[in-house]
């Protein structure tokens, strides 16, 4: 069973400071996927990431992957009051078929 | 250029009944995916659905089932519902042939069993 780890769970920053998100997972992927959720909302997607040393930016958010390490971070940047959301990493088996989602870490952004 | 939608919204349940969730994938779009998830967790993958069959199946027992129709539409059925059947079930929509497989989520079904 593939196992996706994220840390941490709960995040309480305040505004303008950086912070950054760890996603481990257990077996061989080359395909990672961040996702956004607002409370009792759907997931949005945010960031693909397909290959070792990837990175993504988009705004205050920078994603990147390391595949040897089994390894995703998503790094916020002087954060603000509307990036409090709950962000999941998801990974595949490269097949195609079901996603194996994290744990989640809800972000709090204080003024 | 319509996204992923569900139906219904929400829905309230008594333990022992059935219920059928319905999605309808992104255009262009032949594959859809099932999830539950949990409050206060992240999502759990149920099955999928590829060319009207079931392609891949996620840990849960025979009371989940699902059905994908020619219009690429899915259902998902719940037969003898339990307490902890309470969750968001989200609908996710894809393309087989893609070179990655994106999945764009459907608003999701509240559904709470009573």
């Known amino acids: 069973e593939l196992k996706v780890e994220q840390n941490p769970l709960f995040l309480s920053m305040q505004e303008g400071k950086n912070y950054t998100i760890y996603c481990n997972y257990s077996?061989?992927?080359?395909?990672l996927y961040w996702y956004r959720q607002d409370p009792g909302k759907s997931l949005e997607s945010l960031f693909v990431?397909?290959?070792?040393?990837a990175v993504k930016q988009e705004g205050r958010l920078m994603a990147s992957l390391d595949t040897k390490a089994r390894l995703s971070t998503l790094h916020i940047t002087a954060a603000v009051h509307d990036l409090s959301a709950t962000y999941f990493c998801?990974?595949?088996?490269?097949?195609?078929?079901?996603?194996?989602f994290g744990t989640g870490t809800s972000l709090t952004v204080i003024p | 250029d319509a996204g992923v939608t569900q139906s219904p919204t929400h829905l309230i349940k008594t333990r022992g009944q059935q219920v059928t969730l319905r999605c309808s994938p992104k255009?262009?779009?032949?594959?859809v995916s099932w999830y539950q998830q949990a409050l206060g967790q992240g999502p759990q993958f149920i099955f999928q659905?590829?060319?009207?069959?079931?392609?891949q199946r996620g840990n849960f027992p025979d009371r989940f089932s699902g059905h994908q129709f020619p219009n690429y539409s899915s259902e998902l059925n719940v037969n003898a519902l339990l307490l902890g059947d309470s969750a968001l079930y989200l609908c996710?929509?894809?393309?087989?042939?893609?070179?990655?497989?994106?999945?764009?989520f459907g608003p999701g079904t509240r559904l709470t069993v009573l």
């Open positions: 996710a929509s894809s393309l087989m042939r893609a070179p990655y497989n994106e999945q764009f």
């Open positions: 077996t061989t992927s080359d395909r």
């Open positions: 990431l397909l290959s070792n040393g």
């Open positions: 998801a990974v595949d088996r490269n097949t195609g078929n079901q996603f194996y």
């Open positions: 255009s262009g779009h032949d594959t």
């Open positions: 659905y590829y060319e009207e069959e079931e392609r």
